[in-house]
């Protein structure tokens, strides 16, 4: 079995919210892709993959247009990985819906990443992304996959380098 960690949303630039960057996490590459495809190493007898996601597209659908943050309010998202060469190796796609508005918020949120050979499901809690800044790093499970990943266990770590950009960890286990 293979995990990898669900992608959060990054806030964009000024739009003072973590849901953008989830979008940006949905794409990311897993251990199907050739090494070549992305970086690879297995400390541990787990497959780890090193990807990075660039937000394509964000929508956002609040409880209450116009007003503030509320319980329900939900993000869709689509992002494109890339491996450390640059090339493009797949996309990701989910939604996160927001379950907490005091303490900076939190969402939860489902994710597929589409891979070569494979998708990845992902899902988990995203905590602070309603903290004005840079959306905060955070951890997801990996629940599942199809093709090469049927089964797949692990995880997903999420980290924003830029507006729209974040750097995906994805470990899968054995």
């Known amino acids: 079995m293979r995990p990898i960690q669900s992608l959060r949303p990054i806030r964009a630039a ?13 794409c990311a590459s897993t ?3 050739s090494a070549s495809a992305a970086d690879t190493t297995s400390p541990h007898d787990h497959e780890v993959i090193t990807l990075t996601g660039r937000l394509a597209e964000q929508s956002r659908f ?6 503030a943050a509320a319980q329900g309010d939900r ?7 890339f491996d450390k060469d640059g090339n493009q190796v797949g996309e990701t796609g989910g939604t996160c819906t927001t379950t907490r508005v005091d303490n900076d918020g939190a969402e939860a949120c489902n ?3 589409s891979l070569p050979g494979g998708q ?8 602070g992304h309603l903290t004005p800044g840079p959306p905060p790093a955070f951890d997801n499970a990996i629940t599942g996959g199809t093709g090469k990943y049927d089964r797949a266990r692990g995880s997903i770590h999420a980290e924003t380098t830029a507006p729209g950009e974040r ?3 994805i470990t899968l286990e054995p």
């Not at 990845?120 to 905590?127: D, E, P, Y």
């Open 31 to 33: 251990a199907s892709a």
């Open 14 to 26: 000024g739009l003072g919210s973590a849901t953008a960057l989830l979008a940006l996490l949905a």
């Open 62 to 67: 609040p409880v209450h247009p116009g007003g």
């Open 167 to 169: 750097r995906f960890t």
């Open 75 to 81: 993000t869709v998202f689509r992002s494109i990985l």
């Open 111 to 113: 994710v597929t990443y």
């Open 120 to 127: 990845l499901a992902v899902q988990g809690m995203v905590f």
